[in-house]
């Protein structure tokens, strides 16, 4: 479990992302930020605020409405010298972007023999319970894990989202860095001094020994309070954060389930051919001699996000949801 | 409640009678003009009011300073013609007829809503009106505006579709495809952008090369650009447009030049950073209301108290209709898991 | 097992495809294909080559190379009366449309409330091999069965894409059907007489006792191919083909895996985060007290497909390496 | 075998002068255009006899016909300035100076290849001269070309990039939304669209409304409209267009009126369902190739022995590169899961 040594430094995600945002900026000259009201606004959600004060409207860009070409117009920049940094604002617009990610971005270093590379980032936003309804709500980075030549980035706390995301912008390859919406606000320790994750590693964000919880994003928090209420009951839950979906960090994630023999894996995506899947099957897999019962997912509802506020809370695994799972789960032994 | 506008006749090509000369125009239109643009502003306000009180869940954009153009459009819609419409859609719902207390509580997300509290705010709809969606993608429903172009076109029922869009959808690629097949094809759709001069919180300026005529201009689409605050501009515009498009002429783009006095959502209220507080009195000189009362009183058409009358009438409705939609239950936990498929 | 009945007549998938079409397009004036080259050329791989003569160009239109554009104009056009075949020539180009399919085809029946509906169907091709390379060869439809409003058909013989490409037309949702380039030629018995197949219903490809081997699109026949080889050392495998990733026949596949303790899912995307997680973790739960060896899925190697044949042929599931992987986990008994 | 093309100064905005007076064009520069049009043709013959004789997997789209284009304007670049193509973008690939060996070893899937084998026909990039890579998205390259014009702008190199594409890429809404922000921004990208007038098996009369030129002029891009078959037009065009890129002025969009001998690709060899044989010898009738001879031996500049000379020296080349390809090895089997990530 990395332990942020912060010396009682609290910030919020929201301040974290824009740390390392400012830190690489001003490291490197190549990092720029494009992206719908960026600048002045600091995005629709404020989280980059006062970023263009420093840095100037040549490096944090405003941009049309036009989210296929910005991104495609990274693309171009990242092969010849730049280090771009995309926002797109609601992940729900990854829609339209697919096919610069996917048949551009993701593909040219393979195509071309390795000779061209397109190291540049793309910061959007998942999460539900926000009352924004079907199209600005969805967590669609099971599309982007899905595709060779892509890194992918959810992160779970401050700590992380400041250190994942300056090695997303250190890395050669294209990396999409998920932020939960209804994080931006959530407090955690980071250091004063300069830090950085590498990605693929997953962190144990709690040990346990009962019942293994592979938990993602804000289901990270969600599990984390699902086991303060397992542990009332007596049953020690270990919460394991992948950290990124690709690459994976499989061994940490079977190496829990072997030790816990029962898994439960949390997600915000659809659960239907979404994230869950994969790491259900790849630890069903590799811990498949050590389960005691089978890998438990949990997703969000397969039904297009609904506006009103009583449906929308039922779409999403609670800590409750969670808890009633884990107990069940267990008491089957 | 009542349906809050009276229903025009429906069906193959009725469409009423475009382009009366000046000086001529209906009275009884122009009241119900005045009062669909009162009704919006009154619903609006109301919104704010709820969000402010939270009340509303989510957010809302507000049509507020833009109501000619809704109603000047509209008023030269029949029933079942369509319309698609944008986040900024509460504005072209009353416009196209729904009625308020409906349209509350579906932004409350009860179950008495157009759409069952599904949809809310941004996705509201009102198929009944020919109403096929505010949409919460910029420029997302230039697709399915042309799809029902082709739809009327194809089994010939002389219906005409408009899309409505904000200058901000001019940075999206699917309109320049839709444009293009719409002339192509010679589709009976009409693409308005409402041009408020905003994306969000960017000046069109910095968004937008060019000229925005001549985004249309290139596919060989009629266009014309003219003043969104004057309701009687615009519906004069609309009925040319709607004529050419039902006899067969094809597409057109119409740009109306307006103000959206409030935020981009009701919780942009520090606005100073973007626009300048003169710019917004400034266009709150040429409020559209306003402007059709002056000429409605100055020509004797009515007076005053006519419209006094019609606003109080209006208000009340908006008033119960809110009531309504706070009383109103929400849908049942089980309405989670249907409609998904049909 | 559905066995066509097909008196002897033998026709190729592209004409069991032509067929549906036609007869679809027959019964029903609101039926129209869109797409790009699918008049005169009869699209770019002639499936479609002659329909426009019976039904004129009005019904089957050529359009721009505008996927955005014409699956859009599809959406509006189900939504108010017509049922579009929208035809997107490479399922690579799926890309383009996903804000199309997923933010608007999907959602408005639920958004609405139910009042809406979108009934149209999404041809499009999957499928390597082809020495298409990355940008026309990938097998997408792990993305669409993701998403919920949305259903998916990959059928993997004549018959079956005659039958259920009918269903899809005649169904109030929006489907995507998925055909694999390299099948357009492969032959199999159709019979005269009008048939439809519902969705959401797995066939029984062979029936066998030692090992499940779930297999889609193309790889039901590798897949069959494999299921010789293993006969010949004795290794009884039964081929279940689900047809559709959604609506998935979840009980017959677990009935299967419950049966033979053995699994192998074989599909033609990328395996990562891909259809083949999906397949496995439904059948690892659905039949955990059954399983003697852990699910396996074979999917297309996490790769963009690359052009050299040499190289291309090692990224796809065959008959050998299904073969071997059915042996090794029968051995592992 | 040598690089095809001597290459030419790199570096900081070291462009070669524009806009010589008519006439007095240096005679080098045009022998220079026609062996590297010379190169193409005979390259485009082989790859077609490779194709027919099932010795090339997969499919090839030939530029034979509008050779003009890729090397007039490629020759109004430095090696340095960036392009990228199409799928049909062998003709791009020999312009910007690639060698025909590591081509058709890349046509082949040969690991000599400029992709390793990895790209083939419709993804071969020769990053060394600024190829970015073909691409067989139509219009997928609209972006990556202007944001190699960003990073030219931003890290103030003097580059230039030009993005090739065919009338069909006019269909996709990308290419717009890239033209307006090359415009906003003054990007010094240069769209250069290849007119053939066929998007595959349809006439872009079909799928074209309105102007061609029209699509970029709304953005307030610099249009020209020219004779693609005239290598001096194209030429003295480029010129201008990378002049004016360079001064910051901005991007612009050119427009080549062309055609292709073949079909869309090899195996379209039955074609007279969608253009006439008569269209397709008329078309002939103005080569590109023996244009150029022509107005080179017409005014004395050069004469017939030495055009023929060129052509035999690259007709060998072209045998030697295919020969060489032929007999390269494939790449190794664990190359099939390197350069996925960098
Ligand atoms: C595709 C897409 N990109 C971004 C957004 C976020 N967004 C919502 S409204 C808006 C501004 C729209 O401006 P305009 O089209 O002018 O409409 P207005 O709000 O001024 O009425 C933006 C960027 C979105 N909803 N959809
Ligand atoms: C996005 C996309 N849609 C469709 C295709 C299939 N396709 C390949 S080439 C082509 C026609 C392109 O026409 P044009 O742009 O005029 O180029 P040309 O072949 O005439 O050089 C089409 C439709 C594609 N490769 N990419
Ligand atoms: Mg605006
Ligand atoms: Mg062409």
Known sequence: ?333 | MAKAKSSKPAGKGAGKPAGKPAGKEDVEDLLQMYEQMVRIREFEDKVNELYTSAKMPGLAHLYIGEEAIAVGVCEALNSDDYITSTHRGHGHCIAKGAAVDIMFAELLGKAAGYCGGKGGSMHIADQANGNLGANAIVGGSAGIAAGAAFSAKRLGTGQVAVCFFGEGALGQGLLYETMNMAQLWKLPVIFVCENNMYNEYTHYNETAAGTLAGRAEAFGIHTEEIDGQDIRVVNEAAKRLVERARKGEGPSFLICNTYRYHGHHVGDIDRAYYRPKEEELEWQQRDPITILADWIIGQKLSDQSVLDHIQADVRSEVARGAEFALNAPYPDPSEVDTNVYA
């Open chain 1, 1 to 333: 479990m990395s332990t942020p040594n912060g010396n009682g430094r609290v910030i919020t995600m929201g301040q974290a992302i824009k740390e390392a945002l400012a830190e690489e900026l001003r490291r490197d000259p190549t990092v720029y930020v494009m992206g719908e009201d960026v600048a002045e606004a600091g995005t629709a959600f404020k989280v980059l605020k006062g970023l263009v004060d420093e840095f100037g409207p040549e490096r944090v860009i405003d941009s049309p409405i036009s989210e296929p070409g910005i991104t495609g117009l990274g693309v171009g920049a990242a092969m010849t010298g730049m280090r771009p940094v995309v926002d797109i604002m609601f992940g729900d617009f990854s829609t339209l972007i697919m096919d610069q990610m996917v048949n551009q971005a993701a593909k040219i270093h393979y195509m071309s023999g390795g000779k061209l590379k397109v190291p540049m980032v793309l910061r959007t936003t998942m999460g539900a319970t926000r009352r924004s309804a079907a199209q600005h709500s969805q967590s669609l980075h099971a599309w982007f894990s899905h595709v060779p030549g892509i890194k992918v980035v959810i992160p779970s706390t401050p700590y992380d989202a400041k250190g994942l995301l300056k090695s997303a912008i250190r890395d050669e390859n294209p990396v999409v860095f998920f932020e939960d919406k209804m994080m931006y606000q959530l407090k955690g320790e980071v250091p004063e001094e300069e830090y950085i994750i590498p990605l693929g590693v997953a962190d144990v964000k709690r040990e346990g020994t009962d019942v293994t919880i592979v938990a993602t994003s804000s289901m990270v928090q969600v599990s984390l309070a699902a086991a303060d209420k397992l542990a009332e009951i007596g049953i020690s839950a270990e919460i394991v954060d992948p950290r990124c979906t690709f690459p994976l960090d499989k061994d940490t994630l079977i190496n829990s389930a072997k030790k816990t023999s029962r898994v439960i894996v949390v997600d915000e995506g659809y659960e239907r051919y979404g994230v869950t899947a994969e790491l259900a099957s790849v630890i069903a897999d590799g811990a498949f001699y050590y389960l005691d019962a089978p890998v438990k997912r949990m997703g969000a509802m397969d039904v297009p996000i609904p506006f009103s506020p009583v449906l929308e809370d039922l779409t999403v695994p609670t800590p409750d949801t969670v808890f009633e799972m884990a107990k069940a789960l267990c008491g089957a032994n």
